[in-house]
């Protein structure tokens, strides 16, 4: 059974670091696609940043660079480091996995965790 489970979320001040967890069960993070995506209040979600089976990294072009994915295959673990963080990060990331077919087709999410930024 597939299973992902989010953490690391809290509350910061701006210009401040997080992050985020995600753990794996139920499959290997070497084996699939994986991302991160976020949902703030009253708005839809968007994607963040997304890590292929090969470990190639795509990002949302409007995150300006403060993002970093990366997965720890011994730990089965996705992680999301938030640099700079800014009032208009928060919200409740997830993280997801699927299959790559000519981009990833996500089937799995976690709970979320949330992020909250004060300035």
């Known amino acids: 059974q597939v299973r992902l489970v989010e953490s690391g979320g809290g509350s910061v001040q701006a210009g401040g670091s997080l992050r985020l967890s995600c753990a794996a069960s139920?499959?290997?993070?070497?084996?699939?696609?994986m991302g991160w995506f976020r949902q703030a209040p009253g708005k839809e979600r968007e994607g963040v940043a997304t890590?292929?089976?090969?470990?190639?990294?795509i990002y949302a072009d409007s995150l300006e660079g403060r993002f970093t994915v990366s997965k720890d295959t011994t730990q089965n673990t996705l992680y999301l480091q938030i640099d700079s963080l800014k009032p208009e990060d928060t919200a409740m990331y997830y993280c997801?996995?699927?299959?790559?077919?000519?981009?990833?087709?996500?089937?799995?999410w976690g709970q979320g965790t949330q992020v909250t930024v004060s300035s």
């Open positions: 997801a996995a699927g299959y790559w077919y000519s981009d990833c087709k996500f089937g799995y």
């Open positions: 139920g499959f290997t993070v070497s084996s699939r696609c």
């Open positions: 890590i292929n089976s090969n470990g190639n990294t």
